[in-house]
């Protein structure tokens, strides 16, 4: 019996300190959480990023994908340095309370509005508006993400451009899934239905099925991404230097042609459009 | 159809490229599991043992309450430990959110009422056969429940192999404790939710089918180590 017992102890005892040696190494590293959205690091852009980064600062990049609005929220609770998502409205919010110290712009990707080969709510071109009423109009099948995430509140702001009020037209076509950028996309691909998703995460989407671009280039749906650090005043162990050295390098010209590198099948993903900084960073 | 045979071949693929990324991922999944289950069998066996051994008012409840838990959804208990664990939380200032150890933790409070509830059961019966006997030794309590612990520790084998399958396959709660960082939190069930947002679904029932043949030689060795100290020591 005994000697279970203090085979079992030494085997916990062994595991324990194992999982605390990769805590305490990590702990040594330096290295920051990032709370941002399924469409940066899903599109492969952080995975092109960080590594450049990490050989100019020696800084690690942990990041947290998440929908938007859970991005800022992870953010509030002070559980991420820095916060990297597409939202300006909840952004704002975000700075007017107090949780960010400053919103600096980024770069912008945009939407498209993907939907059946054989387009069957006729709604291919070049205006999203119009899109979207035909597809209204038709009641076509369309996925949603319902997730209060940076492009499900895009999707709002777009039928109602569109002129569609959504609470008194949607019925069985119009399908809230509340999942991410990718789940949603697979329901869409498989119900054939018409949906609203950022450009990379298409382009590195595989399970497309018949479905196929059918509205893109419209100016209305260009979407800017903007950065933000968790403001040391409400979360103290916020890890203010290094975080600011990322926020400092995405805007640099080094973080800005990064950015505009990426590419997919020799298409770019996101277009650099940060501000020349006002202030100089030390 | 084709994306099955996809899978399969693309499965052996993996196993045979020895892919560095891929063995980091399993390792991390195993060391996490296997952590929580070494934890989970020392509580969940105590507890299971001591509630077999003794009467109490309110036994039949507390019976009650630990079977109901092995139904625990992990989302709820990786939402339980998220919000002890964030800055925000009670928890907050040791900064583990995000971290193997949150991962650990809240795979303890998955697996530990699935052991202590089946080895309740276990000692019991066992109990109930030599209750008798250890009276007249006098050996009641605690000293009873570690007797009898030994006695069933070939039935208790398979109830910790079904904690640790348990472990392995979660993917609610790791996710939302660990966070899916890339190198750091992503495991195995994580990542093949991951592959599937990004509609590659072959490579994600790939990752499946390896993490099924992972927990199948676990289950394995465990089975013929126990066979061996069966006839061995039995």
């Known amino acids: 019996m005994t000697k279970q017992l203090r085979l079992q102890a030494l085997g916990v005892v062994g595991a324990c300190l194992a999982t605390i040696g990769i805590n305490a190494a990590n702990a040594q590293e330096r290295f920051i959480t990032v709370a941002s959205t399924t469409s940066t690091e899903q599109s492969g852009l952080f995975g092109h990023l960080l590594p450049i980064f990490k050989k100019d600062t020696g800084i690690d990049v942990r990041v947290v994908a998440l929908g938007t609005g859970q991005a800022l929220d992870t953010g509030r609770r002070g559980d991420a340095d820095v916060v990297f998502v597409h939202d300006k409205v909840a952004e704002e919010k975000f700075i007017a309370e107090g949780f960010g110290v400053e919103r600096i712009e980024v770069m912008y990707n945009d939407f498209v509005l993907v939907g059946p080969k054989v387009d069957p709510a006729k709604a291919n071109g070049r205006d999203i508006s119009v899109g979207l009423k035909r597809v209204a109009d038709s009641k076509a099948a369309f996925v949603s993400r319902g997730d209060k995430s940076g492009t499900h509140a895009a999707e709002l702001r777009y039928w109602k451009a569109a002129g569609v009020d959504l609470d008194a037209t949607k019925g069985a076509w119009y399908r809230e899934t509340g999942s991410g950028m990718g789940p949603a996309l697979n329901t869409a691909s498989a119900m054939n239905a018409y949906i609203l998703t950022d450009r990379g995460t298409w382009l590195s989407f595989k399970n497309r099925g018949e479905l196929a671009i059918q509205v893109e280039g419209d100016a209305k749906l260009f979407n800017q991404y903007g950065v933000m650090l968790v403001n040391p005043a409400k979360h103290a162990h916020v890890k203010k230097d290094l975080g600011q050295r990322f926020i400092d390098w995405v805007v640099s010209p080094a973080g800005q042609k990064a950015i505009a590198d990426y590419k997919i099948g020799g298409e770019q993903l996101f277009f650099p459009n940060a501000k020349p900084p006002m202030k100089k960073a030390a | 159809m ?203 029932l790939s990752l499946g089918i390896v993490l099924v043949l992972i927990v199948l030689a676990i289950n394995i060795l465990a089975q013929s180590l126990k066979s061996f100290a069966e006839r061995r020591y039995g």
């Open chain 2, 2 to 204: 084709n994306s099955l045979t996809d899978a399969f071949f693309g499965a052996f693929q993996l196993i045979l490229r020895a892919d560095p990324t891929l063995l980091s991922i399993i390792g991390l999944s195993l060391q996490v599991s296997v952590t929580a289950v070494a934890i989970a069998s020392i509580l969940g066996l105590a507890l299971g043992s001591l509630v077999a051994v003794s009467r109490f008012p309110g036994r039949g409840l507390v019976i009650a309450v630990l079977n109901a838990t092995m139904g625990l959804p992990p989302v709820v208990i990786g939402l339980l430990v998220y919000l002890l664990l964030s800055r925000a939380g009670p928890l907050g200032a040791y900064g583990l959110l995000f971290t193997p150890t949150a991962m650990v933790i809240a795979q303890v409070i998955l697996i530990t009422p699935i052991i202590a509830a089946l080895s309740r059961q276990t000692i019991e019966d066992a109990w109930r056969e030599y209750r008798e006997q250890l009276a007249s030794l006098g050996v009641r309590g605690a000293s009873a429940a570690r007797t009898l612990l030994w006695d069933s520790r070939f039935s208790l084998v398979t109830i910790t192999l079904a904690g640790l399958g348990r472990a392995c396959a979660e993917v609610g709660a790791v996710m939302i404790v660990g966070g899916n960082i890339d190198g750091v939190t992503r495991v195995m069930t994580t990542a093949i939710a991951l592959e599937t947002t990004k509609g590659d679904l072959p490579l994600a």
